[in-house]
């Protein structure tokens, strides 16, 4: 058993998280780099928490070209256990209108300009991704969207794309025949790193408009979507207040589902065969097993 500590990482339109107490912004350096932003540091209801605006306070950093590596690296250094994921997306169903929030449970990544993954030559290591979100942190993500009074969809798969260019209308009519519900572009490798990193994973997606796929789509203004965008934060951060309490409360017990050890039997490579220096970079990702 450890002490919870709930990490969050705030997506477009959400740099900073209301309520926290003795919070105060530290840089965390990581051996993969700066990730983009301090982090905030403070406690909720009494819980630990860390907060990365994800694109950095202003928005500077575009989706290819985040440290997703550093900001998940950063996360673990910090004693991190959980990470909810905050998103603004596209929608790919007339059901999933602007302002409504999905719980994430499926990925197809798109993305193909990122690094995705802490291991490589000298380590090598292949973790599970077959379900990338943890249902455990999913049940207290839903009941605190209801709870909230949010119009809120369980289940649905997160397109994501590399960006920073929005889909032709030719490709967000392949994805929604893929069946995928929203699409956006920083989720993938964040889950994947944090798989690797052995911490419990939820996302959720706020809707801020229809991709280009809807006939409306073009007569939506950036006022419109920043003004849904203002609201989702809004909304996100009253999710945040009843979601820390909820998985933070008391000791930590071990991931039923098993995430916090995704490692177990993942690396591959011998002892003998390990590259020293990308070890030493793993100390905090993968110290437990290495």
């Not at 009843?242 to 589902?257: D, E, F, N, S």
């Amino acid at each position: 058993m450890t002490e919870p500590v709930i990490g969050i990482i705030g997506g477009s339109g959400l740099y900073d998280i209301d309520g926290l107490e003795d919070k105060v912004w530290r840089q965390v350096p990581t051996p993969w780099g700066m990730p983009s932003d301090s982090l905030l540091f403070g406690r909720l209801s009494g819980v630990r928490c860390v907060f990365l605006p994800r694109h950095g306070r202003g928005h500077p950093t575009s989706p290819t070209h985040l440290n997703y590596r550093a900001n998940i690296d950063a996360m673990k250094r910090s004693g991190v256990t959980d990470i909810v994921s905050l998103s603004a997306v596209g929608s790919l169903k007339a059901e999933l209108p602007p302002g409504h929030f999905v719980i994430v449970d499926q990925f197809i990544d798109r993305s193909f300009a990122r690094e995705k993954s802490f291991f490589g030559d000298g380590v090598v290591a292949h973790v599970s991704m077959a379900h990338p979100v943890c249902g455990r942190l999913g049940d207290s993500l839903e009941a605190a969207c209801r709870t909230v009074g949010l119009p809120t969809t369980r289940g649905g798969t997160y397109l994501v794309m590399e960006g920073p260019q929005f889909s032709t209308k030719a490709e967000s009519e392949l994805y929604r025949s893929w069946g995928c519900s929203v699409i956006g572009m920083t989720n993938m490798p964040e889950a994947k790193l944090a798989r690797e990193a052995e911490i419990c994973y939820a996302t959720v997606a706020m809707v801020t408009d229809f991709d280009c796929w809807h006939p409306d789509h073009d007569h939506v203004t950036v006022e419109a979507v920043v003004k849904i965008m203002t609201a989702n934060a809004d909304n996100a951060r009253n999710v945040v207040r009843r979601t820390v309490p909820a998985i933070g409360g008391g000791a930590r017990h071990a991931c039923p589902l098993g995430c916090d050890h995704a490692l177990d039997t993942a690396i591959i490579t011998a002892p003998t065969a390990r590259d020293p220096r990308l070890l030493a970079k793993l100390d905090a990702v993968a110290g437990r097993v290495l």
